[in-house]
């Protein structure tokens, strides 16, 4: 390896000498393309709430929204994710069904102002419309009714894809949900809406923000349907199966705490995957940032090269917008 008296031979600091080195042979990129901005309106306001726990994330009114994914468009972003926060919330989360509800006139909104220039997604899942704050409708005695919730979904779905929207994302973590959304939608005729399932989601203390992004006070846990951070191999096991249920994309979910799960799951699979970088890992960055404890733009961006690198394809990001800017647009 030495040659006497001169040194090391080997020497890969070599390829990190300069700038222009060190970018020809990172095996990593992030590209505006690849990032999706999750975004919340919020029905009966005018102008954008503050979201306390992530400082620079609101809940929009329906104009503002329209605002923010043109804005999206503009930077090249792949995409949007829609949540929707509506005024009543009750036990059924009927806001979720009605074509007249929130969520659904924001994806009409949104699909008005922006085309075919953006992917528009959004959340299919009860949470946000019911007043207990679980993804799906209870048993008499308190239990998450996984069938009786797929009833749900599949109305969710048709009301969604009538709306407009491009691809749905089933959140929820009910067995089977995969397959009768889809079915839903192709008996709808919309066989051309895609599901962007979230496959491999864990029950996580890293979602505590985003309760307050949509006003949410969760009754209980939800580990009898979100996974246990324990398993890795279940997490495949999901993902593999909403692959046969016609998943287009899986996901994982939360990323920074699952990056051996979105290896595995990339692995594993011949759809692209996601990771969801979540609320959580969102405020943790910025809190610290705030507090001058870490350099705030190389943090982030270290971060979303890391999900990419674990093997995500694409990334939902609060930060997408942002990063986008840095990044340089590709539109
Ligand atoms: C469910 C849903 C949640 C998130 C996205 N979709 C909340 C949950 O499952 O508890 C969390 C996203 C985040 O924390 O950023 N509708």
Redesign the pocket.
Same mark, same amino acid.
């Given at each position: 390896m030495t040659t006497d008296g001169l040194g090391p031979t080997i020497r890969p600091r070599r390829l990190r000498t300069t700038a222009a080195l060190r970018r020809m042979v990172a095996e990593t990129s992030v590209e505006p393309r690849q990032l999706v901005l999750?975004l919340f309106v919020r029905e009966g306001i005018s102008d954008p709430q503050p979201i306390s726990s992530m400082p620079g994330v609101v809940q929009h009114s329906r104009s503002t929204l329209k605002a923010a994914a043109a804005e999206a468009a503009e930077l090249g972003l792949g995409g949007v994710m829609l $949540?929707g926060i509506p005024e009543h919330k009750d036990a059924t989360g009927s806001g979720a069904i009605d074509p007249g509800g929130i969520l659904n006139l924001a994806i009409t909104d949104v699909v008005g102002e922006v085309g075919d220039a953006l992917t528009v997604m959004s959340?299919l899942?009860l949470?946000?419309f019911t007043d207990h704050g679980h993804?799906g409708v209870l048993t008499a005695d308190g239990k998450v009714d996984n069938d009786r919730t797929l009833a749900a979904y599949a109305e969710m779905a048709r009301a969604q894809a009538h709306a407009g929207v491009d691809m749905v994302g089933p959140?929820?973590m009910m067995d089977g949900q995969v397959a009768v959304i889809r079915d839903a939608l192709d008996a709808a005729e919309h066989t051309d809406v895609s599901i962007l399932a979230?496959s491999a989601?864990y029950a996580s203390a890293? $979602?505590g923000?985003?309760r307050e992004a949509v006003d949410s006070s969760l009754q209980g846990d939800?580990r009898t349907y979100?996974q246990d951070s324990a398993n890795a191999v279940e997490g495949v096991r999901e993902a593999l199966l909403d692959v046969d249920e016609g998943a287009d994309i899986v996901m994982v979910k939360p990323a920074l705490a699952y990056l051996d799960v979105i290896r595995r799951v990339r692995d594993a699979v011949d759809v692209p995957v996601a990771a969801?970088n979540?609320?959580?890992e969102y405020a943790m960055v910025e809190a610290a940032a705030a507090n001058g404890w870490i350099d705030r733009e190389p943090a982030i961006l270290e971060t979303l090269t890391a999900i990419r690198r674990a093997g995500a394809d694409v990334i939902l990001t609060y930060w997408a917008a942002e990063a986008a800017r840095w990044l340089g647009s590709s539109a």
């Open positions: 999750p $949540f959340d899942c949470d946000e993804c959140s929820g979230y989601k890293f $979602f923000p985003f939800r979100q969801y979540v609320s959580g």
